[in-house]
């Protein structure tokens, strides 16, 4: 079984702001989501936890596996690159278009939505081979769960992946 968690609140996350690649920190609450993530899953037998590079992501897994359970880092599972989106707020640019599986926009500095779906598959494809008959947890971002929802469930009717979203520390199976 796949699981996959988002990582923990911040303080971006607070202010609406695209966090992107920028290494912000859990908050508070952040750690607390984390806390109550690790007792839902305290049943689970999990085999591994990969996870993003990123810190909010690294702390969510670390307090999730207790150091009862290995924490793998994979690149491949870092926030999707926002490039000149990072930092502002979803309604200071086009959201809709930037995540729009069809139109393919591309941007000066920002991962393509294609760049990061085929990004994520291969991780995923990966996966598969070596962990089938596993229990994994994948920690990530909020901008990664939509590629790999996409892989399991396909492209939304409506082309937009980001209708595929999930709140901080929801727990997702595949």
């Known amino acids: 079984m796949l699981y996959v968690i988002r990582h923990g609140k911040t303080d971006w996350n607070l202010k609406n702001k695209i966090q992107g690649r920028a290494?912000?920190?859990?908050?508070?609450?952040?750690?607390?989501?984390?806390?109550?993530?690790?007792?839902l899953l305290c049943q689970t037998n999990l085999y591994k936890i990969i996870s993003s590079p990123l810190i909010r992501a690294k702390k969510t897994a670390?307090?999730?596996?207790?150091?009862?359970?290995?924490?793998?880092?994979?690149?491949?599972?870092?926030?999707?690159?926002?490039?000149?989106?990072?930092?502002?707020?979803k309604e200071d640019f086009d959201c809709s278009s930037f995540w729009n599986?069809?139109?393919?926009?591309?941007?000066?500095?920002a991962e393509t939505v294609q760049q990061l779906l085929n990004r994520v598959y291969n991780f995923l494809d990966e996966y598969k081979e070596?962990?089938?008959?596993?229990?994994?947890?994948?920690?990530?971002?909020?901008?990664?769960?939509?590629?790999?929802?996409?892989?399991?469930?396909?492209?939304?009717?409506?082309?937009?992946?980001?209708?595929?979203?999930?709140k901080t520390c929801e727990i997702i199976k595949f």
Do not use: W
Request: include cysteine; hydrophobic fraction near 35%; glycine fraction near 6%.
């Open 23 to 39: 290494d912000i920190p859990l908050n508070d609450f952040g750690i607390q989501e984390a806390n109550i993530s690790k007792s």
């Open 62 to 89: 670390e307090i999730i596996s207790n150091h009862k359970t290995p924490v793998m880092i994979d690149f491949r599972l870092i926030e999707r690159d926002f490039g000149e989106f990072e930092g502002l707020r």
């Open 101 to 109: 599986y069809s139109l393919d926009c591309h941007y000066d500095k």
């Open 130 to 166: 070596m962990y089938e008959k596993k229990n994994v947890l994948l920690v990530t971002h909020s901008g990664v769960i939509p590629a790999i929802c996409c892989y399991f469930k396909g492209i939304p009717k409506n082309n937009n992946i980001f209708t595929y979203h999930f």
